[in-house]
């Protein structure tokens, strides 16, 4: 009973998401992976069910986002980080200049890997330059800085990943990496500083590294970061950055490659953590304060996890998916699993992170193909959908009965 009464009195975000035709942020308007509506196409291809194609132009691998009838993205442009708008028929209503590319070192990424984030206002972009900037719905810059400037230069071994989120006041970045890292707040309106903390937390070499995207929960009045990276979890206050409890122990062994891409969700009062390259899976209860990892741990599981692909979270049920295609169906309190099953095998690799959507799961491989699967009670494939020739690892996004799917140089809206 505590549990279902939380997770009713539990909510995601601080964002205003009054109506479905919303993906405010790169997993959707309740940070879960679940899409909002229904009648979403579960059958197409690269000519068939297309509702139109718009050629980017330039490369990016960020997921877009949409407000209203705009969708928002972000490339990079003969050396210039880009924002691009176009509105729901594919038109390109502006692009803007945002600093200068600082190109993708893996043939996966780019510098145009941070999805954008909008409170209905501003959207805000973040790039691997360290460009952070607000723009207004039209275009128009309101604020930018450069967070590299401002506390010290990248040291990731790869290309920036985190993408920028948003609380009642604050836009925030989470920068954890092999030099000094930590978490920076900005206010959403100028830009100033609203504060910065240390999360160094002695990770060994690569460990220290992450490429996940914090969350934000509600707890009563006060809204909690959730970060994943370096070995832990920690959870912050978002008025002021002060870390509030902490769980270790990811990383028994000390392994100095354990980097993390894949980031967390949140199903009711559990923090649902992928680890280790993919082999571990832990929950965690939220609250406490200190060290809480003996005692906050609800489960945790070995050989089964997402190095990159994050999962996502429905009605206590929590839905994985690995980079080499098994879905796995988990109960979110008990971990118990409640189905499995693999889509076909393939050379290919699963980048983007499945989405919940009117009662299906959908899966992109890197190689354009879509798997739908049932969401009941066991696996099931309903349809699969191939974009021969495309290269995605952006997450698809669901809005109003039309699904966005951003390979690496086309933005396909998928739907009548």
Known sequence: MRFWLTLGLLLLSGISTAFAGNWPNWRGPSQNGVAPGKGFPTSWSKTENVAWTAELPGKGASTPIV??????????????????????????????????????????????????????????????????????????????CNLQQKFGEDTLWWDLGTSPILTREHVIVAVMQSGPSYIAAFDKQTGKDAW?????????????????????????DRQTLIVLGADH????????????????????????????????????????????????????????????????????????????PTPATLDGKVYLCTDKGEVHCLDAVSGKSLWSGAVEKNRGAFSASPVVADGKIYITREDGKTFVLDQGSEFKTLA????????????????????????RERLYCIGK
């Open 384 to 407: 699969t959908n191939e974009l021969d020739g495309e290269f995605v690892v952006a997450t698809p996004v669901f809005v109003d009965g039309k699904i966005y799917i951003r390979t």
């Open 196 to 220: 910065k903390v240390d999360r160094n937390l002695n990770a060994p070499s690569e460990a220290a590294q992450s490429y996940s995207t914090p969350i934000v929960v509600t707890e009563g």
């Open 67 to 144: 407000w209203n009838d705009r969708v928002f993205l972000t490339c990079g442009v003969e050396g210039d980080n880009v924002v691009l708008c176009y509105n729901a028929s594919g038109k390109l209503l502006w692009s803007q200049k945002v600093g200068k590319e600082r190109e993708g070192k893996h043939a996966k990424a780019t510098g145009s890997n941070p999805s954008a984030a909008t409170d209905g206002k501003l959207v805000y972009v973040y790039f691997k330059s360290g460009d952070l900037a607000a723009l207004d719905l039209d275009g128009k810059p309101v604020w930018q």
């Open 233 to 308: 979890v920690t959870a912050h206050n978002a008025a002021d950055g002060a870390e509030l409890w902490r769980v270790g122990g990811l990383n028994p062994s000390g392994n100095g490659f354990f980097r993390s891409i894949s980031s967390p969700v949140v199903s009711g009062d559990v923090v649902v953590a992928p680890y280790a390259r993919g082999s571990t899976l832990t929950a965690i209860k939220l609250g406490g304060s200190g060290d809480v990892t003996k005692k906050n741990i609800v489960w945790s599981k070995d050989k089964l996890g997402a190095d990159v």
